[in-house]
């Protein structure tokens, strides 16, 4: 199979059900970034912590699947989609990781380790996601699932942020007004 075919050179791409639509459409802008986030999120990986690394693995695969759900505009009951489970598995996550770290008392800037401040990059890419999966889901009816997913996942990633830079010895800094 070759890696390039041609298709795309008058600035369209085929959705899962093979319609042709432009690049620039809010569709593929939702699931482009998706992508963006999930090839972040590789950057990443491996941290110095297996644990981490493991659901890291997790929430690729997880963005795998919100990808493919948003390029099918008419999925079928087959079809991987984001479910409320892989919701819920993000906010187990977060609450096993908030109760190793202090309570946040301020807003906190976006820093720390090498690891740390890549995953609080991350956050940032992933609430862009989502908010393209919002405007996705104000033209198109969509998976509800995926949207609330990635809601909840930039919290996981502020969460994981702020558990690599306190392993690490990083302390978090608190911006100035």
């Given at each position: 199979?070759?890696?390039?075919?041609?298709?795309?050179?008058?600035?369209?791409?085929?959705?899962r059900d093979m319609t042709r639509?432009?690049?620039?459409?809010?569709?593929?802008?939702?699931?482009?970034?998706?992508?963006?986030?999930?090839?972040?999120?590789?950057?990443?990986?491996?941290?110095?912590?297996?644990?981490?690394?493991?659901?890291?693995?997790?929430?690729?695969?997880?963005?795998?699947?919100?990808?493919?759900?948003?390029?099918?505009?008419?999925?079928?009951?087959?079809?991987?989609?984001?479910?409320?489970?892989h919701v819920e598995?993000?906010?187990?996550?977060?609450?096993?990781?908030?109760?190793?770290?202090?309570?946040?008392?301020?807003?906190?800037?976006?820093?720390?380790?090498?690891?740390?401040?890549?995953?609080?990059?991350?956050?940032?890419?992933?609430?862009?996601?989502?908010?393209?999966?919002?405007?996705?889901?104000?033209?198109?009816?969509?998976?509800?699932?995926?949207?609330?997913?990635?809601?909840?996942?930039?919290?996981?990633?502020?969460?994981?942020?702020?558990?690599?830079?306190?392993?690490?010895?990083?302390?978090?800094?608190?911006?100035?007004?």
């Open positions: 199979m070759s890696i390039y075919t041609g298709r795309g050179d008058e600035g369209e791409t085929d959705l639509v432009s690049k620039a459409s809010t569709r593929i802008e939702a699931y482009g970034t998706v992508d963006e986030l999930n090839a972040l999120i590789g950057t990443v990986r491996p941290t110095d912590y297996d644990d981490v690394n493991e659901r890291l693995a997790e929430i690729q695969n997880h963005l795998h699947v919100v990808q493919a759900d948003f390029a099918n505009p008419d999925p079928d009951e087959d079809d991987p989609e984001i479910r409320t489970d598995t993000v906010e187990d996550w977060i609450d096993e990781y908030d109760e190793e770290l202090e309570p946040l008392t301020s807003f906190i800037l976006p820093t720390g380790s090498e690891h740390g401040a890549a995953l609080h990059h991350a956050r940032t890419v992933c609430r862009r996601a989502e908010r393209r999966a919002v405007a996705l889901a104000s033209e198109e009816e969509i998976n509800e699932d995926a949207v609330q997913y990635l809601n909840r996942l930039s919290d996981g990633l502020f969460t994981v942020a702020r558990v690599v830079n306190a392993r690490d010895g990083v302390p978090e800094d608190a911006p100035e007004y």
